[in-house]
């Protein structure tokens, strides 16, 4: 049990660091520190990650009820060279290192000018939309909220979180989720501390070589246990 533990901890933390770093969320907690309080968008990004991993971590562990042992450790290996090679193609087939990261910056600039016209617009209207706002942002500040939102469902259906998914299968479910708890947490708040200086900086080209190999080192790893045992 402990080592199980150990190594589905380690497992994950290595997996959630490689596949974060230079992704999507990552550069969208940079850009969101950027404009608003660190302390907010840290909270609202990582509680969004946290939820993401455990939900995850629960149906990778629901997967062998629904589908035998040895099935979804065929599943988890396929999935691991699947994503081992295709983060590989994308490493030697990324053509700009800052192109995500503007990407990004664009479509979240465009969403805050929207914001800006809007309440411009609206700004005779605020007692009505203060008596009218939504249930959740009377306990939670909007600005939580879009960096909650804007992780989740940047996260929902992405590589990491079908890894995470694999992961949990076939590893200890609660060594998965501390050690993506981990990850995440580290990504996320150098993401935030750094900014736009350290997520410029990133080489998306190394990053996704370096998650390529070691999805396909836990490809290896995983067809030999599964060699041993038969």
């Known amino acids: 049990m402990g080592l199980s533990l150990i190594e589905g901890l380690t497992k994950s933390l290595a997996m959630t660091v490689l596949s974060e770093i230079g992704d999507k969320t990552f550069f969208a907690a940079a850009i969101l520190a950027m404009r608003h309080p ?20 629960s149906l990778g562990w629901a997967a062998p009820s629904l589908i035998s042992r040895k099935w979804s450790h065929h599943v988890t290996t396929l999935l691991f060279f699947g994503f081992g090679f295709w983060s590989l193609w ?17 479509k979240l600039s465009a969403d805050w000018k929207a914001e800006g016209v809007s309440s411009k617009d609206n700004r ?4 009505l939309k203060k008596q009218q706002r939504p249930f959740l942002t009377q306990f939670f ?13 940047g996260e929902w259906g992405d590589k990491s979180q079908i890894a995470t998914i694999g992961l949990a299968s076939d590893a ?9 708890i981990v990850g995440q947490a580290l990504c996320t708040t150098a993401a935030v501390l ?10 998306e080209k190394m990053v996704a070589l370096s998650s390529g190999i070691l999805f396909l080192i836990f490809g ?9 045992n038969s």
Request: with cysteine; hydrophobic share 45%; proline share 2%.
């Open 220 to 228: 290896l790893q995983s067809f030999l246990s599964e060699a041993e």
């Open 172 to 180: 200890n479910p609660l060594g998965v989720v501390v050690g993506g």
């Open 194 to 203: 750094g900014g736009k200086s350290l997520a410029s900086q990133i080489s």
């Open 38 to 57: 660190r302390k907010v968008v840290l909270s609202g990004c990582l509680s969004a990650l946290i939820v993401m991993t455990i939900l995850s971590a």
């Open 124 to 127: 005779k209207n605020d007692d």
């Open 90 to 106: 994308e490493g030697f087939t990324e053509d700009g290192e800052a192109e995500e990261f503007a990407e990004v910056e664009a």
């Open 141 to 153: 500040s909007p600005i939580f909220l879009k960096a909650f939102s804007i992780t989740f469902f």
